[in-house]
Structure formats: structure tokens, C-alpha cells
């Protein structure tokens, strides 16, 4: 691999790694808390158990 296929390639990870972190930011944010977030799966199961209905 030459040299400018590795900064490429680093640019690549480096621009992945912020999607993931901006991801799990917002992911967070939605939620706000804890509380939050078990309200959240909560909503989530009842939706699948209705739609399974």
C-alpha cells in the first residue's frame, strides 16, 4: 500500500468514526435520560406487539 492510499484510507476510518460518535450523540440527545431511553424501548416493544396483532 503506498502512502497516499494510506492517508485515504485513514481519512476513511477517521470520517467513519465521527458518523458513529455523531450517531450515538444525537441517539443520546433523543433519549435526554435514562428514564428516557427505558421509555423509549418500552414504546418500541408495545408498537412490535401491535403490529404482530
Known amino acids: 500500500m503506498t ?9 476513511v476510518v477517521k470520517l467513519a468514526l465521527l458518523a458513529v460518535a ?4 444525537f ?3 433523543g433519549c435526554n435520560t ?14 412490535i406487539q401491535r403490529s404482530t396483532r
Open 3 to 11: 502512502t497516499p492510499q494510506k492517508w485515504i484510507l485513514f481519512g
Open 22 to 25: 455523531v450517531g450515538v450523540v
Open 27 to 29: 441517539s443520546i440527545y
Open 34 to 47: 435514562m428514564q428516557g431511553i427505558g421509555q423509549d424501548i418500552e414504546k418500541a416493544g408495545e408498537a
